[in-house]
């Protein structure tokens, strides 16, 4: 499983644009990108997943460069209620009985102020 | 769909006793994870269910811990005897999990339940 390394904490202003790269060299071809989000006193939220080039929906962008050896989650204009722990996950796509599992890191705890 | 369900949110209890902790999956939802969040450990996978049937339980503790599924929506995490090492946030999260559930399945997850062991 690839290890990912993303940093403990960023600070942010309401309305900025805030990326949050991960990186995980040991990346296999197997492995998918995902990201969750999670608030206080609530379990993990998904909210993308890739596995090259860019992905976007309604709440993020992640960005995978060609080498896929990191990626960036990109939240739009943020807002106080962005604040929460966003953890990047790295894993191979397979069954759960054949080794793919997903493992959750200590994420990176974004808050935003006014 | 109200989400997955867990009960109770919170639970005192003191060393020794037993704790059952209880899941309902989202409807339709083949796959049920159990895990147990600190501050120090994070957040760990203790057990895997598919189709009601234990995949992966080797981040189960200890024997103290036991985990089921009497039915396809509905799971106990059973802790017994407690520890003060026990406590923790334990969340229960399900997905889709078709043709036997893949690591990179949506997980969603329950808003947990806050365990303190005295």
């Known amino acids: 499983l690839a290890k990912t390394t993303q940093p403990i904490s960023m600070d942010s202003y309401e309305g900025q644009e805030v990326n949050i790269t991960c990186s995980h060299n040991?990346?296999?071809?197997?492995?998918?990108i995902t990201w969750y989000q999670q608030f206080p006193s609530q379990g993990p939220r998904f909210i993308i997943q890739?596995?090259?080039t860019k992905v976007t929906n309604e709440v993020a962008s992640l960005f995978i460069p060609a080498d896929r050896k990191s990626s960036t989650l990109s939240l739009p204009r943020v807002s106080l209620s962005d604040t929460a722990v966003y953890y990047c996950?790295?894993?191979?796509?397979?069954?759960?009985?054949?080794?793919?599992?997903?493992?959750f890191g200590q994420g990176t705890e974004l808050s935003v102020k006014p | 769909d109200a989400g997955v369900i867990q009960s109770p949110r919170h639970e005192v209890t003191e060393m020794g006793q037993e704790v059952t902790l209880r899941c309902k999956l989202i409807?339709?939802?083949?796959?049920l994870f159990w895990y147990r969040q600190t501050m120090m450990r994070g957040l760990e996978l203790l057990i895997y269910?598919?189709?009601?049937?234990?995949?992966?339980d080797s981040g189960m503790p200890e024997d103290r811990f036991s985990a089921k599924m009497p039915n396809a929506s509905f799971s106990t995490l059973k802790i017994q005897p407690s520890e003060p090492r026990d406590s923790a946030v334990y969340f229960c999260?399900?997905?889709?999990?078709?043709?036997?559930?893949?690591?990179?399945?949506?997980?969603?997850f329950g808003p947990g339940t806050r365990l303190t062991v005295l």
């Open positions: 999260a399900s997905s889709l999990g078709t043709s036997g559930g893949q690591s990179t399945d949506t997980q969603y």
């Open positions: 409807s339709g939802h083949n796959s």
């Open positions: 996950l790295v894993s191979e796509r397979a069954h759960y009985n054949q080794g793919g599992k997903l493992i």
């Open positions: 040991n990346i296999a071809t197997n492995d998918y």
């Open positions: 890739g596995y090259k």
């Open positions: 269910f598919n189709n009601n049937v234990p995949i992966d």
